[in-house]
């Protein structure tokens, strides 16, 4: 079975301070992995995904996140935090595999920018 | 390309009335799912299908619930009776087997039940 364990439900950095946001993950065949963001009122929007090419994957707005195999993790940063990166972020894991594959998403980090 | 398509945008309702929800995916893909996201529980997936079929109805909550996918294009979530829980945004996915199981979410319905 696949999981995604988000660290930290809220995270809250300075305006042009590094942005990290944790994410674990569990699965029992190489997975395919996403961060989404969800901005106030909108649907959630593709931020970066790692369908095993390579293991540092950039995304939209200057973040990027990368794959670790041997710590199961894929951490989303960006080096400079802008005030329009204030959202709910979640990251998620998919088999991709099958016919019919389903994505697992996490609890969700909510960021926010202090000016 | 126009994206998902959810309509309607807002609803409000009565508690004991039917609501129906409808989506339109993305042309082309050949999965759809439904997601409802409320403060407490977050993002959970209720059902999803694959060519127009239902794979996994296990999220679904009662058998008030049900969902249907007629045709590649379209794909309702009818709740009967609403009930105030059932109050929540309601998102539509797509995707497209081989993208690697990427999703495209639709702008959400939010639905209030009084």
């Known amino acids: 079975a696949q999981s995604v364990t988000q660290l930290g439900s809220h995270v809250s950095v300075s305006e042009g301070a590094l942005v990290l946001l944790r994410c674990n993950y569990s699965?029992?065949?190489?997975?395919?992995l996403f961060w989404y963001v969800q901005y106030p009122n909108q649907g959630l929007q593709l931020l970066l995904k790692?369908?095993?090419?390579?293991?540092l994957v950039k995304g939209i707005n200057g973040f990027e996140a990368e794959f670790k195999k041997s710590e199961t993790s894929f951490h989303l940063t960006k080096p400079s935090a802008h005030m329009s990166d204030a959202a709910e972020y979640f990251c998620?894991?998919?088999?991709?595999?099958?016919?019919?594959?389903?994505?697992?998403f996490g609890s969700g980090t909510r960021l926010s920018i202090r000016p | 390309d126009a994206g998902v398509i959810q309509s309607p945008r807002h609803e409000v309702t009565e508690m004991g009335q039917e609501v129906t929800l409808r989506c339109k995916p993305i042309?082309?893909?050949?999965?759809l799912f439904w997601y409802r996201q409320t403060m407490m529980r977050g993002l959970e997936l209720l059902i999803y299908?694959?060519?127009?079929?239902?794979?996994?109805d296990s999220g679904m909550p009662e058998d008030r619930f049900s969902a249907k996918m007629p045709n590649a294009s379209f794909s309702t979530l009818k709740i009967q009776p609403s009930e105030p829980r059932d109050s929540a945004v309601y998102f539509c996915?797509?995707?497209?087997?081989?993208?690697?199981?990427?999703?495209?979410f639709g702008p959400g319905t939010r639905l209030t039940v009084l």
């Open positions: 699965s029992s065949v190489p997975p395919y």
């Open positions: 996915a797509s995707s497209l087997m081989t993208s690697g199981g990427e999703q495209f």
């Open positions: 998620a894991v998919s088999d991709g595999h099958s016919s019919a594959s389903k994505i697992i």
């Open positions: 042309s082309g893909h050949n999965s």
């Open positions: 790692y369908t095993s090419a390579a293991t």
């Open positions: 299908f694959n060519n127009n079929v239902p794979i996994d």
